[in-house]
């Protein structure tokens, strides 16, 4: 069984999981990183040149500006992946729960609401293969619970 306790683990019990889990978090901050900078600066923020919507008319322009606007929520959340990355590790655990949720809730959003494509935009494969990847890396990730059976905090 894993401690579910490290999901927020303090900084002097530092980083106990699997050094794999660790690189899946870099591996995905990077992909987080490179598709926040698409859709912020891309001229159609990635809607149409990669998921393939429609952008034409003003209702394009709109949805150029929310693509535009994800992007920056993207970058957000690989900022605080790349602090944990780089100086908070004891945070691992937490940084591939919030990708997992990341992930795994547009995946479920797709399905009450999927989009009118034409082909079958990135995301939805990311979202088969990424989901239970992290699924994966936050189950090690966390130490195991005999394993820290001394720590009686």
């Known amino acids: 069984m894993r401690n579910v306790r490290y999901l927020l683990a303090q900084p002097e019990q530092g980083y106990q999981g699997a ?23 891309a001229k159609d923020g990635g809607a149409n040149s990669i998921a393939g919507i429609e952008v034409s008319g003003d209702e394009g322009d709109n949805l150029v500006h929310l693509f535009a606007q994800w992007g920056v929520e993207q970058l957000l959340l690989a900022v605080v992946a790349w602090a944990i990355i780089a100086r908070y590790r004891f945070l691992v655990p937490a940084a591939l729960l919030l990708q997992l949720a990341d992930w795994g809730l547009r995946s479920v959003i797709g399905e009450f609401k999927p989009l009118i494509v034409d082909g079958t935009p990135p995301g939805v494969i990311g979202n088969i293969i990424f989901v239970p990847i992290l699924a994966v890396a936050l189950w090690f990730s966390l130490p195991r619970t005999n394993a820290s059976a001394s720590d009686t905090r």
Do not use: E, K, N
């Not at 050094?19 to 912020?40: D, E, K, Q």
């Open 19 to 41: 050094a794999a889990s660790f690189w899946v978090l870099v591996a995905m901050t990077v992909l987080a990183t490179g598709r926040s900078l698409v859709h912020m600066f």
